[in-house]
């Protein structure tokens, strides 16, 4: 089987070509070729051919394509559908923001957790996607868009800690000099909240922002909509939320997709508030985006501003998420659903 060369830490690959009898510097020099993005052996130019042979024999490097690519009108975000070496697709958004451009990945081709409000959720799970396709995605852009990205939020397709391993290698290979150079404390890791993976991650010590989907404030409303609650019911998250942010000092972000007569009412945001008031937090709102499918709509900006209210009177920061590329569906899992729909992979 092939070694995907781009998965390896560069002290790895050292190993890999010292065990052929090449000195250490050798692996610098092909992963320097790495980092400029290469998609062949051949276009190393400054490595021996013997060497390059030996690569070709023995490892592949991986790719995401551009299957589809959509700029929105209004704020020129991207959004792209990448295609991967066996043919799954993925979707990431590059946004531009005041201090510079941030990218969503996709972590999985898929996702396993069923919620009920999202489009990657309702379109199943094909597979996990390996660090250096989480990689390749960020690569792909900054090179097609002649850019450099400073933010990575990892919010994209999928659930980072249901691929906690490849998701935790491809951190540490990101934020490494050899690679991209993304500190860990430009990134965001999004999850719905696997509750034992969070204090695994904890325990990492990784300066990395964690953002829980919470969506709901009590265990009736939740379940509903996120089957994982079932599991990890909302106490055990908050807990693992708290510890997360003890161990780490990172403050922990919450995201409430706002849906209306769902989750919405002045009640829900008093319980939301009680249930935040015992850590440093800062609430996402964000007006739902409604998936086919679904009876789900947004909540009206009246609802939105009256929720944001009562949470900030209760001292708990919220700020309603603008949403970017309104126009281009840049939720993720929309693009893709629409892809199989006219008979892609
Ligand atoms: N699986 C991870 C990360 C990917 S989902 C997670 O659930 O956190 C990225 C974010 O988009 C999550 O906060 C998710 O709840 C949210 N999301 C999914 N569908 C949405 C929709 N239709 N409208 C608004 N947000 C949505
Ligand atoms: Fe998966 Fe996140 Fe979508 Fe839930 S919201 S189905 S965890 S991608």
Redesign the pocket.
């Given at each position: 089987m092939l070694k995907d060369i781009k998965s390896l830490y560069l002290s790895e690959l050292e190993k890999l070509l010292a065990d052929e009898g090449y000195p250490k510097f050798r692996a610098g020099q092909v992963s320097l070729w790495l980092k400029k993005g290469v998609t062949s052996f051949d276009e190393m130019g400054n490595i021996p051919k013997d060497l390059r042979g030996y690569l070709k024999r023995s490892c592949y490097i991986s790719v995401a394509n551009i299957e589809k690519k959509l700029i929105s009108m209004y704020d020129g975000t991207v959004k792209y559908l990448f295609r991967l070496s066996d043919g799954e697709c993925v979707e990431s958004v590059v946004m531009k923001y005041i201090h510079g451009y941030s990218i969503c990945v996709s972590?999985q081709a898929g996702?396993k957790?069923g919620?009920s409000?999202?489009?990657?959720?309702r379109g199943g799970f094909a597979r996990n996607l390996t660090p250096s396709e989480i990689l390749s995605q960020i690569e792909t852009a900054q090179k097609d868009l002649n850019i450099r990205i400073s933010n990575v939020v990892?919010?994209?397709?999928?659930?980072?800690l249901d691929n906690f391993d490849n998701v935790v290698r491809f951190l540490k290979i990101v934020s490494s000099e050899e690679s991209l150079n993304i500190g860990l404390r430009h990134i965001t890791l999004?999850?719905?909240g696997i509750v034992p993976k969070i204090y695994e991650l904890a325990d990492l010590k990784m300066p990395v922002t964690l953002?829980?989907?919470l969506?709901a404030p009590d265990n009736e409303t939740r379940s509903k909509t996120m089957p994982i609650n079932r599991k990890y019911p909302v106490e055990q998250l908050i807990k693992a939320c708290i510890y997360y942010f003890n161990t780490t000092k990172r403050r922990v972000s919450f995201?409430y997709?706002m849906i209306e007569d769902v989750n919405d009412s002045a009640e829900n945001a008093k319980a939301l508030a009680n249930l935040l008031s015992v850590m440093p937090c800062h609430v996402n709102l964000?007006?739902?985006?409604?998936?086919k499918g679904t009876l789900?709509r947004k909540s009206s900006v009246k609802r939105q501003k009256a929720f944001v209210e009562i949470l900030e009177k209760r001292g708990i920061t919220a700020t309603v998420r603008r949403t970017l590329g309104s126009d281009i569906n840049a939720?993720?899992?929309q693009l893709r659903g629409k892809h199989k729909e006219e008979g892609g992979k």
């Open positions: 972590t996702c957790m919620c409000f999202c489009a990657t959720g990892l919010m994209g397709m999928g659930e980072p999004s999850t719905c953002s829980v989907s969506h995201e997709a964000i007006p739902v985006n409604s998936v789900y939720s993720c899992g």
